[in-house]
């Protein structure tokens, strides 16, 4: 009598069988990035080609503005909504379609024969943005676990930091390079060879995953949570250009109202087994309230520094778009230098990178604000070199804790709600800073630029001190 017996791998097969596996764990984390990178960047580079856009295209004023704002305005009101849909029709088919449209918008901006086009695929490429950055965090929500996910996410948080920091000199150079002849048109067509390689990689690497129940869409929730961004986001990003009108006060004072039935909606559908856009028991996570208040103040502050202080290199100081873009690879270094160590850092220290890292950067600013004041707008660039190296590491050592420790504890099947609501934050946050501090440094500009610079940098100061205070009642990152 034989006995029929299964037989487990050999060792050296099995071993070869698992790194097999993580490899192609991590094979997913370039491609998803790659969507982030372009989608972060695409807020900051195109600043540096606005003047060459306008003499291009002969656009006024108002067109130039929607540029920047179009983008802010639609990236911003859809990310509730779009951090669901990868739950409910498939995360990466919902990546697959965001950054197809992101790519062809790209395109479309970088062929737009005349402002109203160029406006429009703005439009669209903010909407694609705000498919693509909850459906990101989601996806890393999902692959990746424990240890795992807080480098994933520390991966993210360094991206986005370099994409930010980078902006300004990518733009400056391509402006001046002009490669092909192509002038403003290459800070946006420089997105279509990074699409075009990452859809490539998305079937091959990314792996299919959906929440286990996804109920019908919740439209009402929908229309209300997008109305209610939208009245705070387009009376920010309007209202300075048009002196503040009466429509701006009565429609920022009509989103709290309306993000107040929103709530209520989701409440009520919650127990009557509807599937609301914000699940039940969603900020019962230990910390996620304070955290998302954190996100909020902290990215106040992100945009609207590159704002002021490109403002203040070329307007104050006369740089030309590459020189003020060099002024800012001197913080882009520092960047890279502490966000490479935050990962370790954080696992080690948990939030208290997070509040040095804010304390770091606020002392930045008081740096530079005092050095403004001393020495004004004709000596050397090279005394902003010492505020510029403290803003940059202390973003480097805030930028990726905060994601870390806002998600290091999610559950996967919230991961899309919660990546949407995390993403409006940051979102929120930047078009509410450039407003308000915008409102600041032109407000103080007839005093001279440097004075407005100063101002500017003394209220974004004060913000990352509210940060450092708010990052002491976050959790610890979870570990395995």
């Known amino acids: 009598m034989s006995t029929h017996t299964t037989h487990p791998l050999p060792p050296a097969t099995a071993v070869r069988a698992l790194a097999r596996a993580r490899s192609s764990h991590w094979a997913a984390l370039p491609i998803l990035l790659a969507g982030t990178f372009m989608v972060v960047l695409d807020f900051f580079i195109v600043n540096v080609a606005l003047g060459s856009i ?5 656009a006024s004023d108002g067109a130039i503005e929607w540029v920047v704002a179009g983008y802010a305005l639609t990236s911003a009101v859809l990310l509730i909504p779009a951090g669901r849909a990868g739950d409910r029709h498939g995360r990466r088919r919902v990546f697959a379609i965001g950054l197809a449209a992101f790519t062809l918008a790209s395109a479309g901006c ?18 694609a943005a705000a498919i693509l950055m909850p459906t990101i965090l989601s996806l890393i929500g999902v692959l990746y676990t424990g240890v795992d996910r807080a480098r994933a996410l520390s991966a993210y948080g360094m991206t986005m930091g370099l994409a930010a920091v980078s902006g300004q000199l990518i733009g400056g150079a391509l402006v001046a390079v002009d490669p092909a002849g192509l002038g403003w048109r290459g800070v946006f067509l420089i997105n279509l060879p990074i699409g075009v390689i990452a859809l490539a990689g998305t079937r091959a690497f990314i792996p299919e995953s959906r929440a286990p129940e996804a109920g019908r869409t919740d439209l009402a929730g929908t229309l209300l949570v ?7 986001v387009l009376p920010l990003v309007e209202g300075r250009r048009h002196g503040w009108p009466l429509w701006t006060w009565l429609t920022l004072a009509s989103a709290p109202v309306i993000l107040a039935g929103f709530a209520a909606h989701q409440r009520r559908l919650g127990p009557t087994g509807g599937d609301p856009l914000l699940p039940a028991g969603l ?11 954190a996100q909020l103040v902290f990215w106040c502050g992100q945009a609207s520094f590159f704002l002021v202080l490109a403002l203040y290199l070329q307007l104050g100081r006369g740089l030309s778009a590459l020189s003020s873009g060099l002024v800012f690879s001197i913080l882009a270094v520092t960047y890279l230098m502490t966000s490479v160590r935050a990962p370790a850092l954080t696992e080690r220290h948990g939030r208290r990178v997070l509040g040095a890292g804010a304390l770091i950067l606020a002392s930045g600013h008081l740096v530079l604000l005092a050095t403004v004041t001393e020495v004004g707008v004709q000596s050397s660039v090279f005394a902003l070199a010492p505020g ?18 806002i998600l290091s504890g999610l559950r996967p ?11 409006t934050m940051q979102n929120v946050g930047s078009a509410l800073g450039v407003a308000v501090i915008g409102v600041v440094f032109f407000g103080a500009v007839p005093h001279g630029f440097g004075t407005a ?5 003394a209220v974004l ?8 205070g708010l990052s002491r009642l976050l959790p610890a990152p979870v570990r395995s």
């Open 54 to 58: 306008r003499s291009g295209l002969h």
């Open 110 to 127: 970088g062929l737009a024969a005349s402002p109203e086009q160029l406006v429009a695929a703005r439009l669209v490429q903010g909407g």
């Open 226 to 232: 997008t109305a209610g961004l939208t009245a705070i």
């Open 283 to 293: 900020f019962a996570a230990p910390g996620l309230r304070i955290g998302l208040i």
């Open 388 to 405: 510029l190296a403290l803003v940059g590491a202390g973003m480097g050592l805030g930028i990726t804790p905060l994601a870390t420790l």
């Open 413 to 423: 099947e919230q991961a899309g709600a919660t990546a949407g609501v995390l993403a």
């Open 453 to 457: 610079f100063a101002v500017s940098v």
């Open 461 to 468: 100061a004060a913000l990352l001190i509210a940060v450092a």
